[in-house]
């Protein structure tokens, strides 16, 4: 499958080095007025499906993500669940619908967020030579984010919000992602070839699946104990699917 970004994609790319996402940001962004003035019956009545995001049930069963929109994290309310920010200061995404405060994206369109993760991992790929789990990782995460460190404590982490694990050691989330493949943080991925087509479908998904479970966050993904690979939330077949083909302009 040869890669061809359509005009709207290539717009979107221009200006990348602007980009940088925190995860801190996304899960803390401001619930709905009058959410505390709700009554239980009134929330369960509008509990909403999260169609496409799956989450971890126990073992390897895996059932639909439901949320009160409400009380659910920014990444969930707009099906922005990998928590992409728009490219740049004043550029969208394609099928992007707005954005909030901080920048994070919003889509109608779950596959829209998934394409754009995708399309932002190849200018990683094209431009940064950015190719493991932890190079990627590092850069859509800065260690200042504090992203993918959930085990280093409050009281440990540096003066501004940052980790100092982070510095040191593969996010947490790069190697929730390699080890899903029998693969080390700094192995290689071999994401994609020269024509930028994906080669290792397995792997993209694989990263994009650790990126979601991290983004929106453990009151609806559950989150593996440090060292252990399984991944607590996925994105399923349809989605992914329709993600690919935007990316090919066939959406």
Not at 45 to 55: H, K, M, V
Not at 116 to 123: D, G, N, P, T, W
Not at 172 to 195: C, E, I, K, M, Q
């Amino acid at each position: 499958m040869a890669y061809s970004p359509n005009k709207a994609t290539c717009a979107a790319v221009m200006a990348l080095t602007l980009f940088s996402a925190s995860a801190a940001l996304a899960q803390q962004d401001a619930a709905m007025p009058g959410a505390q003035q709700r009554s239980a019956d009134e929330r369960t009545a509008e509990e909403q499906t999260a169609r496409g995001l799956l989450a971890r049930q126990g073992g390897n069963a895996f059932g639909p993500v439901t949320y009160e929109p409400d009380n659910a994290p920014f990444a969930l309310r707009n099906n922005n669940w990998v928590a992409i920010k728009g490219p740049n200061i004043t550029g969208e995404w394609p099928g992007q619908t707005g954005a909030n405060r901080h920048g994070f994206a919003r889509f109608n369109d779950p596959a829209y967020s998934i394409s754009s993760f995708i399309e932002l991992m190849r200018v990683y790929h094209d431009r940064h030579n950015a190719k493991s789990a932890a190079e990627i990782l590092r850069r859509y995460s800065p260690s200042g984010d504090c992203s993918g460190a959930p085990s280093l404590p409050p009281e440990e982490r540096r003066d501004g919000g940052g980790c100092v694990e982070n510095q040191t050691n593969a996010p947490v989330t790069a190697t929730r992602a390699a080890r899903a493949v029998g693969l080390a943080p700094s192995d290689d991925l071999d994401l994609f070839g020269p024509n930028g087509e994906i080669k290792h479908r397995d792997r993209v998904r694989a990263l994009i699946d650790a990126v979601v479970t991290q983004e929106v966050g453990a009151s609806h993904c559950p989150q593996p104990p440090r060292g252990e690979s399984w991944i607590g939330c996925k994105v399923d077949d349809d989605v992914y699917a329709r993600a690919v083909d935007l990316l090919d302009g066939n959406g």
